[in-house]
């Protein structure tokens, strides 16, 4: 008897059991006509989660009894990628498949395009990003896009119903599918969740299982873990990310991030925060902050999963150990302010540019003093519109020097981390 997820023993063998993607899958559609004849181009299956399109490479690579090699774009690297390749040329034809290939950067992608269009592989790449954006032009042209629709509640029903009734575990229960509102907006439309969730809720309330929105929401709260990207979830780990670097907790911090890579979070999101961050809440009292912000969110632009995962993990407990300073983020927004209350003050005459005579003669830059001319390169002069003179801004703040602020994260955290 198979111990694989309910999601996994649920998975079509063939077009004809495919849910959903009639567009693609139904008679005389452009991609049955494909494998029907055996001759499927290299392709990118664009679609939300769950909705089948590692299913649908499946189909295709036993359809066309090829050796089928199937890679994560998260886990996997260009090495990974020339070993498939270099087996492949053994073989009379192969399929490799991708999952989140839009994860791929520039130089990984690139690997693919010899093999491709020599046809030594069939690529089928997943992604649930545009392609047009995600995935580089040169590689695009040698593929075709197929999109792939979200499945509709009446698909969803449809897949749990058929589950109860043909799966081999699930069959042998007395299951009352008596709502689905729950099950269906807790798995977000995608089907592989919405499987595993009916599994779980299931095996908690047992053989006689009355399944109700009420069961399941208790059921979800208290066993999902779930991330989503789009979701509500996304917006607390961010915040609890941001807040244990901003906290001086790198412990914390570098969980958080372990949590939204493991939930395949965007790298470039993750750097873009951090980025932010630096500025925000350290600003000039460690401009290094911002140049190693700057320098991961390039890297990781070219690098990709899984290596950024080091990078990622380096910038967040530098950030997250490093002194703070959220004054330039108070002056900006105080200045702003002052804006808007204020409107369009007029510049002080002795600052203004005076490029004409008649400018010269309506004392345009008249007062104006050079302050590389004075001692220190320092002079008083009022730089800000009469209205505002005297108002500040901008108040600096004394911050630790880092040695003293490794003291007082070693004497804040010792209790709880050991230090």
């Given at each position: ?302 690098i990709g999963y899984p290596e950024s995962n ?6 967040a407990i530098y950030l997250a150990s490093s ?65 505002l003179d005297g108002v500040r801004f901008y ?25």
């Amino acid at each position: 008897m198979s111990t694989a997820p309910l999601a996994e023993r649920m998975r079509p063998k063939n077009l004809d059991d495919l849910t959903g993607q009639e567009h693609l899958t139904g008679k005389g559609s452009i991609l049955r006509t494909a494998v029907e004849n055996g001759k499927v181009p290299s392709m990118i299956l664009w679609g939300p989660p769950g909705v089948g399109k590692t299913t649908m490479a499946n189909i295709i690579a036993n359809s066309l009894q090829l050796p089928f090699y199937t890679i994560s774009a998260i886990s996997s690297g260009v090495k990974e990628i020339r070993e498939i390749i270099e087996d492949a040329k053994q073989k009379d034809g192969a399929i490799l498949f991708i999952d989140e290939i839009h994860r791929f950067n520039k130089g990984q992608q690139d690997a693919l395009l010899g093999a491709v269009e020599k046809g030594t592989i069939t690529l089928i790449g997943a992604t649930t990003e545009n392609p047009s954006f995600e995935v580089n032009s040169a590689l695009l042209s040698r593929c075709q896009v197929y999109v792939l629709k979200a499945l509709t509640e009446n698909n969803l029903v449809s897949l749990l119903q058929e589950a109860i009734k043909k799966d081999e575990l699930l069959a042998k229960k007395k299951i009352e599918l008596k709502e689905t509102a729950a099950l269906i907006n807790i798995s977000g439309g995608d089907a592989r969740k919405l499987l595993n969730l009916l599994e779980l809720v299931v095996d908690v309330l047992g053989n006689n299982a009355v399944i109700t929105d009420d069961a399941v929401m208790e059921i979800a709260q208290q066993r999902v873990a779930l991330y989503d990207k789009k979701g509500e979830q996304h917006y607390d780990i961010i915040s609890a990310f941001i807040k244990s670097m901003r906290g001086s907790d790198p412990n914390a911090a570098v969980y958080w991030l372990a949590r939204m890579i493991e939930g395949g979070e965007d790298v470039k999101f993750i750097a873009r925060r951090m980025l932010i961050f630096a500025s925000e809440d350290i600003g000039n009292a460690n401009p290094n902050a911002l140049l190693l912000a700057t320098s991961t969110f390039q890297a990781v632009n070219m690098i990709g999963y899984p290596e950024s995962n080091l990078i990622l993990s380096q910038c967040a407990i530098y950030l997250a150990s490093s002194v703070k300073s959220n004054a330039a983020t108070v002056a900006i927004s105080e200045a702003m302010n002052a804006v808007a209350k204020h409107g369009d003050l007029p510049v002080p005459l002795h600052l203004r540019n005076a490029p004409t005579k008649l400018m010269k003669q309506m004392d345009y830059g008249k007062e104006y003093k050079y302050a590389h001319n004075y001692e220190n390169n320092f002079v008083l002069l009022q730089f800000l519109p009469e209205k505002l003179d005297g108002v500040r801004f901008y108040s600096p703040q004394k911050n630790a020097r880092e040695e003293e602020m490794r003291r007082f994260l070693k004497e804040r955290w010792k209790d709880k981390y050991g230090y």
